[in-house]
């Protein structure tokens, strides 16, 4: 049961309370639209409008129901990147798995069937270790392990960057280096790293991601209409994904999904995969509430966190 709170945080201007709507907003939704593109990537990229969708309606969802259930003087929702590059290796796998199977309406619903479950055991996870009080033993996980996690999230992370930018695997970079047009493509996704991570790091704002991002943006299509290129040229160039228009629109794209399109073996293969994004959001969690107990002075119930978080 959904317990709405009537108390907590009220700030004393209002502006300032739109503002970081606006500014976690925009934030928020840059990073579904660049999750999108990691997941699907390269044979997938012609569902990618529907996954940016499903990314921001889950997204709005989580952030209503943690705004409206949420007793904390501030509270910050995101995506979590970790879930979103294991997605991304279990998509290169579907790929290689299906073939020219992976870009119809089969592949779509395997891949939203994996996204799916992922969810539940996230769901399932959290009630558990909530419901039998298991929190304290996620705090005796050793350190070194932990940083092997983030190291080979971190590891992932970059893989699925360059995989984007060149349209190959990372094992394959030195092949894709040939191509000068690939050189250029990571030269400027380091560039525009460098420049999203001095922004952040020196402005220290709410808006200095979101106005960085759309900075660089503005700035792309600058050079391209100074350079006298269209969009078909950006296209062809690699610098533009290719979406194709005749598919009814995102949502229509929904339209010829259907269970017995799965491909349950495929699903049943990936099971160790969906199994990690979820220990994955527990070691997160209980990270993220031990943080927020440093830094305060009022003690957590982790375990009726988790409890609460599986809905």
């Not at 943006?217 to 269209?230: D, S, T």
Request: with cysteine; aromatic share 8%; glycine share 10%.
């Amino acid at each position: 049961m959904i317990k709405i709170r009537t108390t907590g945080y009220r700030s004393k201007s209002l502006i300032a309370d739109v503002s970081l709507g606006i500014f976690d907003g925009l934030d928020n939704a840059l990073w579904c639209y660049a999750f999108a593109t990691v997941i699907f990537a390269g044979a997938l990229a012609p569902f990618l409008p529907l996954l940016v969708v499903i990314l921001l309606c889950g997204w709005a969802l989580l952030g209503l129901f943690v705004a409206i259930t949420s007793e904390k003087p501030l509270h910050i929702v995101s995506l979590d990147e970790q879930a979103v590059v294991i997605l991304a290796s279990i998509a290169a796998l579907m790929v290689g798995y299906m073939g020219e199977g992976a870009a119809t309406s089969a592949g779509l619903s395997t891949m939203l069937m994996v996204m799916a479950l992922s969810a539940l055991a996230v769901a399932g996870f959290f009630w558990v270790i909530g419901h039998y009080r298991l929190t304290r033993l996620l705090e005796l996980m050793p350190y070194p392990v932990i940083c092997g996690f983030m190291a080979g999230i971190g590891w992932l992370l970059l893989e699925a960057g360059v995989g984007v930018a060149v349209d190959r695997p990372i094992s394959e970079l030195g092949a894709a280096l040939s191509d000068p047009n690939n050189i250029s493509r990571l030269l400027l996704i380091v560039a525009g790293a460098i420049f999203l991570l001095i922004a952040i790091t020196k402005l220290m704002r709410a808006w200095a991601l979101p106005a960085a991002s759309l900075l660089l943006v503005i700035i792309f299509y600058g050079v391209a209409a100074f350079q006298g290129l269209g969009k078909q040229q950006l296209i062809d160039a690699g610098w533009l994904f290719d979406i194709p228009v005749d598919t009814g629109g995102a949502l229509g794209l929904l339209s010829g999904l259907s269970l017995s399109q799965v491909d349950t073996s495929f699903v049943l293969s990936v099971v160790p995969q969906i199994l990690t994004i979820a220990f994955l959001a527990l070691l997160t969690q209980s990270m993220s509430l031990s943080a927020l107990m440093a830094s305060g002075s009022q003690d957590l119930d982790t375990s009726s966190e988790d409890r609460t978080d599986s809905v």
